[in-house]
């Protein structure tokens, strides 16, 4: 039988439950769980509201992630995954990193004509730029608001290098951008792929696209020579580390061409939520997790150093690191991910962009 915690992610088809207190705000609630209804916020409606940044390209500050300058469509995502280490962004904005981060979405309507303007100016320098740092730029939402795309024909019509790291089979849809920069080594497509047991993903990524979904979107893109790897991420211990071999096997099948990973982070209110998420659906295994998590982040549950951060340490984290490694190279996924083209960028013959 269900326990109300549990009950409640079923039916809302979240991640989280609750609005946990951001780490900005001066007072915070708990939930009784004795006094939870069985109809209490059993489903909550997305709302969507109009993001009215004037920029749109953010500058990467880390040094351990791959690309220059990030692009996000949208802030907050609905996909909804219990373990996104983007939830505190929410905060931010004086909203929790709870429910809020996937049922209040903050959408970029003016980003492909930002972006434009910005990529115009005589001074712009073309640096790999990825979609997204802090949401999937094909989540639900996409399919109608189409703000990705417009961004991506922009992109196209630049021919500007572009990162795309999505759990959703949506980037399907824009072949026809992706293939100009295909032409000119200017792209490449990273699907994330964190279990093959569906019952288990969705439970993690209540509304991203099935992993068999995501594999048939690898092997699209692999057909219109669309270069697509795979991240195996993130790798939870004790939950789903035993799936690297078959994770790898499936998406080579498919026909990645290169892979990645890297491991659970927990920062801020983010520990608290993914307990809670233990707690609903796996209380049994919840302290091993855990542990496991801790023994590779040096006896906490986040570690927020540059170069460890994504990674661990430690014995354990070590028979990880070498099984990926071990299986990558047996799968043929072991080419180094394309380095992306900036010399093909160009300024002057793009095309007036009327539609935005």
């Known amino acids: 039988m269900l326990t109300n915690k549990a009950s409640l992610l079923k039916k809302q088809g979240r991640g989280a439950y609750t609005n946990p207190a951001g780490r900005f705000e001066l007072l915070d609630y708990e939930l009784d769980e004795d006094l939870i209804q069985e109809d209490w916020h ?3 409606k997305t709302q969507v509201y109009l993001d009215q940044s004037r920029s749109i390209l953010s500058k990467n500050q880390s040094p351990d992630v791959g690309f220059e300058v990030s692009l996000n469509p949208y802030r907050g995502c609905e996909h909804g995954c219990s373990y996104c280490y983007a939830r505190p962004t929410h905060e931010y904005l004086g909203l929790s990193a709870g429910l ?8 970029k309507k003016k980003a492909p004509q930002l972006l434009k303007q910005t990529l115009s100016r005589p001074s712009y320098q073309a640096q790999v730029l990825a979609m997204s740092g802090v949401t999937d730029p094909y989540q639900p939402l996409e399919r109608k608001l189409k703000i990705t795309q417009g961004c991506l024909e922009v992109l196209s019509d630049f021919l500007h290098p572009v990162i795309i790291i999505t759990k959703n089979a949506l980037v399907t ?10 032409q000119v080594q200017a792209v490449m497509v990273l699907l994330s792929i964190t279990s093959l047991d569906s019952h288990l993903a969705s439970k993690l990524e209540p509304r991203a696209s099935s992993p068999q979904a995501r594999l048939e979107a690898i092997n699209t893109l692999r057909q219109a020579k669309i270069p697509v790897g795979v991240m195996v991420a993130p790798l939870i211990p004790a939950l789903n580390d035993m799936e690297i071999p078959s994770i790898l096997k499936a998406a080579s099948q498919a026909g990645a061409s290169f892979a990645g990973y890297t491991c659970l982070r927990l920062p801020y209110g983010l520990k608290e939520i993914f307990a809670q998420w233990l707690d609903a659906h796996y209380p049994e295994r919840k302290e091993k997790i855990l542990n496991r998590l801790k023994h590779i982040k040096g006896g906490k549950l986040n570690e927020s150093r540059f170069g460890k951060r994504m990674g661990g340490e430690g014995a354990f984290y070590d028979q990880i690191k070498s099984l990926f490694y071990l299986i990558r190279r047996q799968e043929n996924l072991d080419k180094a991910f394309p380095r992306l083209n900036t010399q093909a960028f160009r300024q002057n013959k793009s095309k007036q962009l009327g539609l935005f």
């Open 42 to 44: 059993s489903k909550p």
């Open 100 to 107: 809020d981060f996937e049922s209040k979405i903050f959408a």
């Open 173 to 182: 849809r824009d072949i026809e951008f992706l293939k100009p920069l295909a």
